[in-house]
């Protein structure tokens, strides 16, 4: 009924509606996938976008980044500028840049980027075209140009193409770098986000300089480099890890690669393969294209088969010494082994038959090489004409693979079946050389298991059966034949996909690291030290893992105490490649370890056990590789992989086992203030009721109080024109102190302590170690009655006590 | 006893040992010590047999009181405080009780000077006694609990505030018989017809006795001990024996804790094993109620307890109690299970406890 409407119509019809998309339309009607979903959100999204392009832009240029951020409203529309101290762009390059959607260089590379897409800061041009109508005005100085140039530009919807509406020169201050400013319809309800950002922009990169400034901000928020801050180490672009591509990867590699053999391929295109690794591949690859060959046993003495026999019988006009020295020395090789699969038993015949060639100065041809070896298998298969006689001695050759891979409650019978079922189906098979790949392998043994199950009243379960697939394709050897080639391979999806398994399969050594770029502990320290005015804090970088033939690193640190917030969840920060990840906290991989990680081992309060703990403390976690696995194009969320997951645990653990010891160290030291606090109540009280009532001056107690403290006593006595300081070790470890005196006349005979003047003070610097229990004396000559004062480094103020 | 002070009770001014222990905390700061006290560790088992004196004393295990804990360096601080109120008291030669003692302490400006409870104002007071060999009763502090009373043939003359009295413990008493005062060292003796000291544990039966005119039939000096024997009760029995030079027996109930009882007259407590010198009387005999007699007289019994069986066991590793008849006793005792009350003694009548069962016990122990 339906076919008398004319479907071909139709398909007409519909066809002049059907008709290329441009990217930048795709992307106009799919802004949330980019991170412009909201007014909000889009500002954050720009800076962001606009800030992780000049760093990345200053660190290949071996610059340390100066990057200002600026926004103000203007009129109904908000007004971006990101300016850094970057190369600055070629006049050619910045309408493409800017105005191109998918334009960049690090989409192809393997290299540990910000950016990778070449997406963001154009996809920002485009969101700001899009709300305000405003182009974007683009100012680019490179070094040693002297003037700048300046362009203002939107981008072409249809053609994905920049549209250019001004293009000059200009002056510019800066000596090189690049100023964009774009004007959009936003809100500043994501303040928060933005200030986040900007900060942890800052942790995260101490080598940068960061000013920012926004509507609500009195004064410009400034970061400072921190000191000693280096750029961080430059990145590596490594070849592609076999364990890292996926089909459509590898056939474009085999289509565009010069090399002929997949060895050479493998060796060429890949990192981390060589000789012996693409060798590895090979065999793999071989055993998926071709499959292997069962390889059976030699007759036993007790069968009839005579392989010497048969070959001799098989070699005919070779002369008679010939042809007997031929067969028994093919006979003997076969019997060496204790197991041969077809293409050895060729490999046999050719060896023994060049030996004979040069003995006996004759010629074995390749028919007749081939006519003794298919005799010579013919014995190993058995010795009897019938598919009986043959399924008899195969089925004597499997039963021990069939009883050695299954468990010993198996019955024999069982077994006997199943090896007499499998050996049926190797006396069928259409291939004589018995060439099966792994997944035949695995049905034959599934078809026999089957009907030993069904006649046999015997149980054959799945691991059972696996086992024996395992210990067959064990004893089967994989086959010389050459591997397919590079271009064949690249012509047949089936070939590709063997050869991809292959890869996976075999064992290769982990990607180098020195395409990441860690920022190192020290300086995850010194990016924490640097905004977060803390007690405590921590950092661990662990070494370079590898995830899906990417390499990664895991870094962790820890800030506490100090000015940080309490009263409620500590704050984690999460970065990634180095950027800041913002949004969709509860989606992050990071998020999901610090919940599970039980922080109470590491003195933190977490209610229930789990969850985010709560402490004045912030946890940042930063995941650096060459391809960061994100839950989804906007970057937010580290993805659920396990290896990574497992990476960020430890950093983590490795990081607050420092903050336990603090903890731990910093709540003994309570206890011993407290201690002291309340022992500076009582014994002054003991001292002044035992003075009372024996009629003394009160005792003095400071050297009883340091005793009893395990305290280093550190005293000033004067003699005459001799002062003394005694320093008396009371604890339980020896003290390196430094210890300085400071006096208002000059000191003579000081000891070999070093002494400074400044502005009539004497500085006398001496440095004692005294061992635990031990006293030390520094003895020297001034006038006494001079004013003094005494400072002791080296040992906790809890653990000091100063008496002059 | 291995205190460094020599022990001389009685002797002595108690105010120059106090102070001197004050001078040796002084001293102590002043050299840069930590201030410590060391005392015998008070349990069962930190005593020993002293073979001299027969009497048991305190080990050679010490605990040491020091400033080094904040809790060592309060004990200390009120050690302090307490020997300057000691020092003062016995300066205006006035007296006060343990529990005076306890609430004193709250009108202490330091809080940490204060004391919790009185267990520990009670336990300083004997660190002290131990520390400065002299008596709670040369520091002039009471009891809350007097002493017990004295019924027998006895002439004495006691001091009191209100001068010397002269007092027959059977002519000058009432019904209820003398008071032991506080510090039975104001005591003298004048006269006594006396032939041997009974000491008895409950009232009930010491009025029986008293009823029955026991005393003056057998001469006898009947003390009522009234539960565990107040230190004033246990020196005066101490005093009847080796002054009077008269034999001394203690009747109680044929229970474990009975047994502690007649334990304390005569070997003394473990928590005033540094006084046992001055309050123990070795040579005190038990009468019963004995295990022994629960079967030969067939006495009302209840059965053992299991507090009973612990405290019974216990008493077997108590050194104090290692002796043959001791160790005979309490093992029938576990044996019969049973336990019985002086007054089931009544169970055969009311005059069977002065006719029958205290003359043949007494006759068997060669006592009459």
Not at chain 1, 70 to 99: A, H, W
Not at chain 1, 430 to 455: F, G, K, N, P
Not at chain 1, 642 to 651: G, T, V, Y
């Amino acid at each position: 009924m339906q076919s008398t409407l004319g479907e071909s119509g139709i398909a007409e019809e519909l066809a002049e509606s059907q008709r290329q998309i441009s990217i930048a339309e795709f992307f106009e009607k799919n802004k949330h996938m980019l991170g412009f979903d909201s007014g909000a959100r889009a500002l954050v999204t720009a800076v962001k976008e606009g800030v992780d392009n000049s760093l990345d832009a200053c660190e290949e240029a071996d610059i340390l980044p100066d990057i200002y951020v600026e926004i103000s409203e203007k009129r109904d529309y908000y007004k971006l500028v990101i300016e850094d101290n970057g190369p600055g762009i070629t006049k050619e390059q910045i309408p493409k840049v800017f105005g191109k959607l998918l334009y960049g260089s690090r989409f192809h590379k393997r290299e540990q980027n910000r950016g990778q897409q070449g997406i963001g800061i154009s996809a920002a041009v485009l969101y700001s075209q899009l709300t305000s109508g405003k182009p974007a005005k683009i100012t680019s100085r490179t070094k040693g140009s002297s003037e700048a140039e300046y362009f203002e530009l939107i981008i072409d919807t249809d053609t994905n193409e920049p549209e250019i509406d001004v293009e000059e020169t200009t002056t510019w201050e800066r000596p090189h770098g690049t100023r964009i400013e774009l004007e959009m319809e936003a809100n500043m309800r994501a303040r928060q986000s933005l200030h986040e950002y900007i900060e942890e922009t800052a942790v995260v990169n101490p080598h940068a300089r960061v000013e920012f400034v926004e509507p609500s901000l009195d004064a410009p928020l400034k970061f400072e480099r921190a000191e000693n801050a280096e750029l961080p180490a430059e990145t590596e672009e490594i070849r592609p890890h076999p364990h890292g591509v996926e089909l459509g990867t590898l056939l474009k590699m085999l289509e565009a690669t010069d090399s002929y053999s997949i060895s050479g391929f493998l060796q060429e295109e890949f990192t981390r393969v060589g000789q012996k690794t693409a060798d590895s591949v090979l065999d793999s690859f071989r055993d998926r294209h071709f499959g292997r060959e069962m390889a059976w046993r030699p007759p036993q003495v007790h069968e009839e088969a005579d392989v010497a026999a048969a070959v001799r019988a098989a070699v005919s006009n070779k002369g008679k010494e010939a042809t007997k020295s031929f067969a028994v020395a093919v006979e003997d090789a076969i019997d060496d082994r204790d197991r041969v699969a077809h293409h050895e038993v060729r490999a046999i015949v050719d060896a023994e038959a060049d030996t004979v060639e040069a003995d006996f100065d004759t010629t074995f041809g390749s028919t007749v090489r081939e006519k003794a070896t298919e005799a010579a298998w013919d014995q190993l298969l058995g010795d009897g004409e019938t598919d009986a006689d043959r399924k008899e001695s195969l089925t004597s050759d499997l039963y021990p693979l069939v009883d050695e891979a299954t468990s010993t409650r198996k019955d024999d019978a069982v077994l006997q079946g199943l090896s007499e079922r499998l050996a049926a189906k190797f006396v069928n098979s259409e291939d004589t050389r018995h060439r099966l790949t792994r997944d035949d392998l695995a049905d034959y043994v599934a078809r026999a298991a089957d009907a030993t199950e069904e006649y046999d009243d015997a149980t054959f379960g799945d691991t059972a059966r696996e086992n024996v697939v395992e210990t067959i394709w064990d004893v089967m050897g994989t086959v010389p034949d050459d591997p397919p080639t590079v271009s064949s391979t690249a012509d047949d999806r089936d070939a590709a996909s063997e050869l991809l398994e292959a890869m996976r399969e075999t064992d290769i050594m982990s990607p180098p690291t020195g395409c990441l770029a860690p920022i190192t502990d020290e300086l995850v320290l010194s990016g924490l030290q640097k905004e977060f005015d803390a007690d405590f804090y921590a950092a661990a970088t662990r070494d370079a893992s590898v995830h899906g033939g990417d390499p990664f690193i895991v870094e962790a640190g820890i800030a506490y105490g100090g000015e940080l917030e309490d009263g409620g969840t500590v704050d984690v920060m999460r970065f990634a490649n180095r950027v800041p990840l913002v949004y969709q906290r509860g989606a992050c991989a990071t998020t999901d370890v610090v919940k599970s990680i039980n922080w109470r081992n590491y003195g933190l309060d977490q209610p229930g056990g789990s969850g985010i703990p709560n402490g004045p403390a912030v946890v940042m976690v930063h995941v650096a590789s060459t391809n960061v696995p994100f839950t989804s194009e906007s970057k937010d969320a580290v993805a659920n992989v396990p290896e990574i997951e497992s990476e960020i645990e430890l950093a983590i653990r490795e990081a607050a086992r420092d903050l336990k010891s603090y903890l731990n160290k910093r709540r003994s030291m309570q206890q011993r203030r407290e201690k002291q606090n309340k022992l500076a109540t009582i014994l002054p009280e003991m001292a002044e009721k035992l003075a009372s009532v024996t009629g003394n001056d009160e005792p003095e107690i400071d050297e009883a109080m340091a005793r009893i403290m395990n305290n280093v006593l550190v005293e000033r006595t004067v003699n005459g024109e001799t002062a003394t300081v005694t320093i008396e070790n009371n604890s339980d470890r020896s003290a390196d102190l430094e210890v300085t005196e400071i006096v208002g006349a000059e000191p003579q005979d000081v000891n070999g302590a070093n002494v400074v003047e400044m502005d009539g003070e004497w500085f006398i610097k001496w440095s004692p170690s005294v061992s635990s229990g031990e006293t030390a004396e520094l003895e020297y000559r001034v006038d006494t009655t001079a004013p003094s004062d005494i400072s002791v480094e080296g040992v906790e103020d809890e653990k000091l006590t100063v008496q002059s | 006893m291995s205190t460094d002070n020599d022990i001389n009770y009685g002797e002595g001014d108690a105010r120059e040992r106090l102070l001197a222990l004050a001078e040796q905390f002084y001293k102590q700061f002043e050299e840069g010590d930590v201030p410590q006290l060391q005392v015998p560790t008070r349990t069962k088992s930190n005593i020993e047999y002293d073979e001299d004196s027969d009497v048991w004393v305190y080990g050679d295990r010490h605990s040491t009181r020091s400033a080094k804990t904040v809790s060592g360096a309060q004990k200390l601080l009120k050690a302090t405080y307490t020997i300057d109120f000691l020092a003062q008291q016995l300066d205006e030669d006035r007296s006060s009780t343990l529990r005076e003692l306890y609430y004193l302490s709250e009108s202490w400006d330091l809080d940490e000077a204060q004391f919790n409870d009185q267990d520990e104002s009670n336990q300083l007071v004997e660190d002290l006694e131990i520390v400065s060999g002299a008596t709670r009763e040369d520091f002039h502090m009471r009891p809350e609990e007097s002493g017990a009373k004295v019924m027998g043939p006895l002439l004495l003359r006691e001091q009191t505030n209100r001068g010397d009295r002269e007092i027959h413990c059977q002519d000058d008493v009432g019904q209820g018989g003398y008071q032991i005062p506080n510090n039975p060292d104001t005591i003298d003796f004048l006269d006594h017809d006396a032939e041997f000291v009974l000491c008895v544990e409950t009232g009930g039966m010491r009025d029986r006795l008293v009823e029955n005119g026991f005393d003056e039939e057998y001469n006898t000096i009947v003390v009522h001990l009234g539960g565990q024997p107040a230190r004033a009760t246990r020196r005066l029995i101490k005093r009847f024996h080796d002054e009077l030079e008269l034999p001394v027996t203690v009747f109680t109930d044929g229970d474990p804790w009975s047994y502690r009882i007649y334990g304390s007259v005569a070997y003394g407590s473990i928590k005033s094993a540094h006084l046992s010198e001055y309050l123990a009387t070795p040579e005190a005999r038990f009468i019963g109620v004995q295990p022994e007699d629960i079967v030969e007289y067939d006495l009302p019994t209840d059965p053992l307890s299991d507090s009973d069986i612990n405290a019974l066991e216990s008493e077997l590793e108590d050194p104090r109690f290692q002796t043959d008849y001791w160790e005979e006793q309490i093992e029938l005792q576990l044996d019969i299970g049973k336990k019985s009350e002086q007054q089931a003694l009544a169970s055969h009548g009311l005059d069977f406890v002065t006719e029958t069962y205290l003359p043949e016990r007494l006759e068997a122990m060669g006592i009459l």
